[in-house]
């Protein structure tokens, strides 16, 4: 079993900042892409940022400039800075890893349970 643990979320005024953690846990052999999705109310859920275990970042262009995705594969660990935030980035945000448990197994999706995040004065 697999476990994707966030912590970071909460609420902050517009303008201000938050950092988002995820932490992968369990039977872990190695992790390819990990990343942050979001999902407002009434909203389907969309990518926020992704990273590959060789550092390749991709962002969603509603956060580039504004949000910073790190990773300390020692950790199994996916982090989201977020800066100027405003009203439209609130949601709840969930990390996704995709996880090989086993040399010989394929990649498998993992998602964690969400952390809420809102920006509102």
């Known amino acids: 079993q697999v476990q994707l643990v966030e912590s970071g979320g909460g609420w902050v005024q517009p303008g201000g900042s938050l950092r988002l953690s995820c932490a992968a846990s369990g039977s872990i052999v190695s992790i390819n892409v990990m990343g942050w999705y979001r999902q407002a109310p009434g909203k389907q859920r969309e990518l926020v940022a992704v990273?590959?275990?060789?550092?390749?970042?991709t962002y969603a262009d509603s956060v580039k400039g504004r949000f910073t995705i790190s990773r300390d594969n020692a950790k199994n660990t996916v982090y989201v800075q977020m800066t100027s935030l405003e009203p439209v980035d609130t949601a709840v945000y969930y990390c996704k890893a995709d996880v090989r448990r086993a040399p010989w197994s394929g990649w498998a999706e993992y998602w964690g349970q969400g952390t809420q995040v809102t920006v509102s004065s």
């Open positions: 990273i590959t275990s060789g550092g390749s970042i």
